[in-house]
């Protein structure tokens, strides 16, 4: 049981239960399309690459919700001390076949032990856009814990003013999930509340694939 209790998302086991479904076609799409693959979309790939230099002398780096193992392993290959986690035990099992190089373990971020400034980083790599509202402040204060004097958060999610029901996705896979979109200087504010002081920001407008999105990178002061 984790020192710090964080309150269980109500949807939790569903949403678990679409990340399984959606587990093999997703993986597959980021294989074939370079879909989510940050090495297809250059200025994602210079967020993680400034990411990975800040932090690459400072310890442990934690991949928050890494699906597949696309950055986790990117990160790896940087030569990083990375392990990834997912809630989805599909994903796992995807990330394991992938990259076997690389260490990934099944938990929901809110059920995740981490020690007092234990990490010299932590990626919410569009991974935290599920979270309640009322469940996102406190991950991110475990994280800030978790983090050493230095250490650096990044986060990417999706932009916007209202909760978006997702009922299928990644190639017309019935899901039950609920997208919980921030403005940016929402999401910058609940970082600062968490106690990280945030460094860089880069905002990310509409495609072809999905709606406009931030990237924020943060710092623990310690």
Not at 91 to 98: C, D, G, S, T
């Amino acid at each position: 049981m984790p020192a710090h209790h964080i309150e269980r998302p109500a949807d939790l086991d569903v949403v678990r239960e679409s990340y399984d479904r959606v587990a093999d076609n997703y993986a597959h799409m980021v294989v074939t399309t370079g879909f989510g693959d940050i090495r297809c979309h250059p200025w994602l790939k210079a967020s993680i690459d400034a990411f990975a230099d800040t932090v690459s002398e400072l310890g442990p780096v934690l991949d928050a919700g890494c699906g597949p193992g696309t950055v986790t392993a990117y990160l790896a290959e940087r030569g990083l001390d990375v392990s990834g986690v997912d809630l989805s035990p599909r994903m796992i099992e995807n990330a394991r076949r992938l990259h076997p190089q690389c260490r990934f373990s099944v938990a929901s971020v809110t059920d995740l032990d981490l020690g007092e400034a234990s990490l010299g980083g932590v990626l919410g790599w569009w991974s935290l856009f599920n979270l309640p509202r009322d469940v996102l402040p406190q991950v991110l204060a475990l994280f800030a814990r978790a983090l050493k004097p230095g250490g650096h958060f990044i986060t990417a999610t999706h932009v916007g003013d209202e909760d978006a029901v997702r009922t299928e996705a990644y190639g017309g896979v019935p899901v039950r999930w609920t997208t919980h979109k921030w403005r940016p200087e929402q999401l910058v504010d609940l970082i600062e509340q968490a106690g990280l002081r945030p460094v860089a920001e880069l905002r990310l407008p509409a495609d072809e694939q999905t709606g406009p999105g931030v990237v924020v990178m943060a710092k623990q002061l310690g």
